[in-house]
């Protein structure tokens, strides 16, 4: 028989594929997360004041949660342990700047991002990640810019919002 196209050809499709993607977790290795510390806070770079300024640092820093901007130095490889919740609005924003990395660990239950969103300089998803702890149950990225970064978080569900485009990948429980 030849196919004739368009839909699926006879006999060459199936419904019983199963994956599980275990819950994500801290890295290995990574024990020792300390607080940032005070002269990385209220910083003022370029006109905006950041909550957080890591600045050619690399290191594991924890926080209880934030509601104000972050920035990330070039050169910058920086990985956040949130324990608690995220919600960021009006102007502020997560700056990466180019050469920076930034991965967060999210513990808490509600990682909020609207304003500016993840400003990704280096317009690359390999910049930003974000690995969604088992408490983790809400993402909600809105913004005006583009996200460029992956999302791990099995058992959360992502709302997309905002005038920005999606680059990079994501495992989560649902996606509108």
């Not at 020792?32 to 909550?51: D, E, F, K, L, R």
């Not at 130095?73 to 009006?90: M, Q, W």
């Amino acid at each position: 028989m030849t196919w004739k196209g368009p839909g699926i050809q006879d006999g060459h499709y199936a419904d019983d594929f199963n994956i599980d993607f275990p819950p994500a977790g801290l890295p290995d290795g990574a024990t020792s997360w300390t607080q940032p510390p005070v002269s990385m806070q209220n910083q003022t770079i370029g006109g905006t004041n950041y909550a957080w300024a890591f600045q050619n640092a690399y290191n594991n820093y924890i926080l209880n949660g934030f509601t104000k901007a972050i920035y990330v130095g070039t050169n910058a490889t920086v990985n956040l342990y949130v324990t608690g919740n995220v919600k960021i609005s009006g102007k502020e924003r997560i700056l990466i700047q180019p050469g920076g990395k930034l991965t967060i660990y999210m513990a808490g239950s509600s990682f909020d991002l609207g304003g500016g969103g993840i400003v990704n300089m280096n317009n690359s998803p390999l910049n930003f990640s974000y690995f969604g702890l088992p408490r983790n149950t809400e993402i909600k990225m809105g913004g005006s810019s583009s996200f460029y970064g992956s999302i791990y978080a099995p058992q959360a569900d992502l709302t997309m919002g905002g005038g920005g485009d999606f680059f990079g990948a994501c495992v989560v429980e649902t996606a509108v």
